[in-house]
């Protein structure tokens, strides 16, 4: 008879821990569950190692662990997650599952954490204990997962679910960034452009204008004491005074914003501000918006398909959403749930979803199939997001064309304004 310590949540989805004796795990799980519990951890109490330290073995490992810096990809963790379920389908004993997986990586992040989970399962922890050790590599979704899949006895399944679902998730985050690349690189090079004509053009034809005393008009003497503020020179006030050339600023606003948006964020009410304002910013606010119900959708759908409790599930894909609009209507909907009430309900009078995304869960709730619907939710988005990006794509590439040929535009005629008077002045022989 063996001694399990577990962790599982009551009837009202408040978190349960104690211990109990059992011959199995298996047997300790029925018990558990014959007192009302769900358990979402159970594991095997062993004797504490001796402090002769750590095994040869262990020494050799960590000898190669070399230095880690960063974090672990988003690319390489879900390899990693593929090949562990690979290798548990084959019927492969965890403990050597990690340790062939530790082995084969390159010297990172990963490998220096994968160095620590084999010694702490090595020392019988079981495996989602050991990875909610490093939220840097495994986040909490992630953890939930693997010890629903340990509790289960489906750990190999679980993970191939987990695979996938990372796979979709970034597969999603290549198409909208993908489809910002083009747009940035253009942006980038049109400013720079105008930015040399203006420094480094404009100057010249002013000097031109000067010696003809050639009056310049409105819109030619803007440019020129634009051109001059971006080129740092005084354009009213002491010429003497020191003055922050008006480049630096173009090329440092952008990281100042990005800097301040961060500290705005880091704070609930700017955190609230900020992700509404999102939600509702022209074209893009739509496409945000898509992205993150297809996100929060196939998160709380591949949880509870994988036997979470839906209590717990709906708190982690809350915490994993990626907006607060959509963090607290999921917070809404737990404690509607747990007051006994629809998961519909909460979500419709919120008015992040579309009616069809309410609709299609309160059927899946009727049905009793809710993580079937959620995630066929999630692959109708994921087409809708397809679409959205396109429809962008194609609405931005004129957008570009428009404001870049207007910015040379106005350029070219602001010059020329005053060439007309020095043409006219040249023909009439300088009179």
Same mark, same amino acid.
Do not use: C, Y
């Given at each position: 008879m063996a001694s399990f310590t577990y962790e599982a949540?009551?009837?009202?989805?408040?978190?349960?821990?104690?211990?109990?004796?059992?011959?199995?795990?298996?047997?300790?799980?029925?018990?558990?569950?014959?007192?009302?519990?769900?358990? !979402? +951890?159970?594991? $095997?109490?062993?004797? %504490?190692?001796g402090a002769s330290g750590p095994t040869e073995a262990t020494k050799k490992r960590k000898k190669g662990g070399g230095?880690?810096?960063?974090?672990?990809?988003?690319?390489?963790?879900?390899?990693f997650t593929r090949q562990l379920s690979t290798l548990q389908d084959a019927g492969l004993p965890l403990l050597r599952s990690l340790q062939i997986l530790e082995e084969q990586q390159k010297p990172g992040k990963l490998k220096s954490v994968l160095l620590d989970v084999c010694d702490d399962?090595?020392?019988? !922890? +079981?495996?989602? $204990?050991?990875?909610? %050790?490093?939220?840097r590599a495994f986040d909490k979704l992630y953890t939930k997962m693997v010890a629903a899949g340990e509790v289960g006895g489906v750990l190999d399944i679980i993970l191939q679910r987990l695979a996938d679902f990372m796979e979709k998730a970034q597969r999603l985050k290549r198409k909208v960034i993908g489809a910002l690349v083009y747009p940035a690189v253009v942006v980038f090079v049109a400013v720079g452009i105008v930015m040399f004509i203006m420094i480094a053009i404009i100057p010249?034809?002013?000097?031109?204008?000067?010696?003809?005393?050639?009056?310049?008009?409105?819109l030619t003497k803007f440019l020129v004491d634009s051109s001059q503020w971006m080129a740092g020179k005084m354009v009213t006030g002491n010429p003497a005074a020191p003055t922050i050339p008006g480049f630096l600023w173009i090329t440092c606003l952008?990281?100042?914003?990005?800097?301040?948006?961060?500290?705005?964020?880091?704070?609930?009410?700017?955190?609230?501000?900020?992700?509404?304002?999102?939600?509702?910013i022209p074209v893009f606010g739509s496409l945000i918006r898509k992205t993150t119900i297809s996100r929060f959708t196939r998160t709380l759908g591949t949880l509870i398909n994988a036997g979470v409790p839906i209590l717990e599930a709906i708190t982690i894909t809350g915490e994993t959403c990626g907006n607060y609009v959509f963090e607290k209507a999921l917070r809404k909907v737990h404690d509607s749930i747990r007051e006994g009430e629809s998961f519909a309900g909460p979500l419709r009078e919120s008015k992040t979803c579309d009616s069809i995304v309410v609709n299609m869960i309160d059927v899946g709730e009727e049905t009793g199939d809710i993580d079937a619907m959620l995630l066929k939710i999630a692959d109708n988005y994921d087409e809708e997001v397809d679409v959205a990006v396109g429809s962008l794509v194609k609405l931005i590439e004129p957008m570009l064309v428009?404001?870049?040929?207007?910015?040379?535009?106005?350029?070219?005629?602001?010059?020329?304004?005053?060439?007309?008077?020095?043409?006219?002045?040249?023909?009439?022989?300088?009179?």
């Open positions: 949540l009551n009837a009202q989805g408040k978190p349960q821990k104690g211990q109990i004796d059992a011959g199995t795990s298996e047997e300790a799980i029925q018990r558990i569950k014959q007192q009302g519990f769900f358990p !979402t +951890s159970v594991r $095997e109490q062993k004797e %504490k190692k230095i880690s810096i960063g974090g672990v990809s988003a690319k390489n963790l879900t390899t399962v090595e020392g019988g !922890t +079981s495996l989602s $204990e050991s990875m909610a %050790k490093h939220p010249k034809f002013s000097e031109i204008f000067k010696e003809f005393g050639v009056k310049m008009p409105g952008p990281i100042i914003f990005f800097i301040l948006w961060k500290v705005v964020r880091t704070a609930k009410p700017g955190l609230a501000v900020t992700d509404t304002a999102l939600l509702w428009l404001f870049l040929g207007g910015a040379v535009g106005t350029i070219v005629v602001a010059m020329f304004l005053p060439m007309i008077s020095i043409i006219e002045k040249l023909s009439s022989g300088g009179k």
